[in-house]
């Protein structure tokens, strides 16, 4: 008995090798788990549930196979994939979460999410994740011609690169007062996030425990979780 948990793989076409992993992943890792957790940043971007561009649908494909192979699949949009809808829901299988889930972990309640969410003291960004997370704002942008929006996300992703080098370090990190926050809102001894691309095992107080997955630019990072244990790993790409 284990479960699986990936984030931040960034997938796009410029890099094929991250989505060859990622398929290796899903059939010869992913089928024996008792279910696996995406948390956010599948996608480099995703432009929408329409966009049925080759990666998308090697993706979607993927995740319908494990589905159907018995192992159930669970995705928490990301700060780069948090446009996928229920269409994404209804071609891949997998069950789309909320921002924060709490789950029964092999006895140990776990709160799961993305991670941007932590990130309070980036003022700029969280008002800019409320703003395009407003649901009228996103029927909006949905009715526009797929090739006018791809062409807003390549302008989106420019700017939000250039700006993220002038960004300090310690402001893209989470801040603590919002882990205790949300761990104690729903009650949970084990915070799971992505986000950051900072990995570690971060031991809390009362025992409680927070774990960053990393990112799939270099490596594969792999989160396996059991009743007796806990692994946060690398696989080369």
């Not at 791809?150 to 370090?169: G, I």
């Amino acid at each position: 008995m284990r479960t699986l948990f990936i984030s931040d793989l960034h997938l796009t076409p410029s890099h094929a090798e991250m989505t060859e992993a990622f398929i290796r992943f899903m059939r010869e890792d992913a089928p024996s788990a008792d279910a696996l957790y995406i948390l956010g940043d599948l996608f480099e971007f995703w432009v929408g549930d329409d966009d049925d561009s080759p990666l998308n649908h090697t993706v979607i494909s993927e995740i319908r196979r494990l589905v159907e192979s018995g192992t159930p699949c669970f995705f928490t949009q990301g700060n780069r994939d948090f446009l996928v809808g229920k269409l994404f829901q209804q071609k891949s299988g997998a069950t789309l979460l909320g921002d924060e889930t709490l789950i029964d972990l092999y006895g140990t309640p776990t709160v799961l999410l993305h991670g941007d969410t932590l990130c309070t003291d980036d003022v700029k960004y969280q008002k800019f994740r409320q703003k395009v997370h407003m649901k009228w704002l996103q029927w909006v942008y949905n009715h526009i011609p797929l090739r006018l929006r791809r062409k807003l996300v390549k302008k989106v992703q420019n700017n939000a690169n250039d700006e993220k080098k002038t960004k300090s370090y310690d402001i893209m990190d989470v801040n603590q007062q919002a882990v205790t926050d949300a761990m104690q809102r729903h009650g949970a001894q084990l915070m799971i996030h992505g986000h950051t691309h900072r990995p570690n095992i971060h031991q809390l107080d009362d025992n409680k425990q927070r774990i960053v997955l990393g990112d799939w630019y270099t490596q594969a990072s792999i989160l396996e979780i059991t009743a007796e244990s806990t692994r946060l790993y690398n696989r080369p790409l």
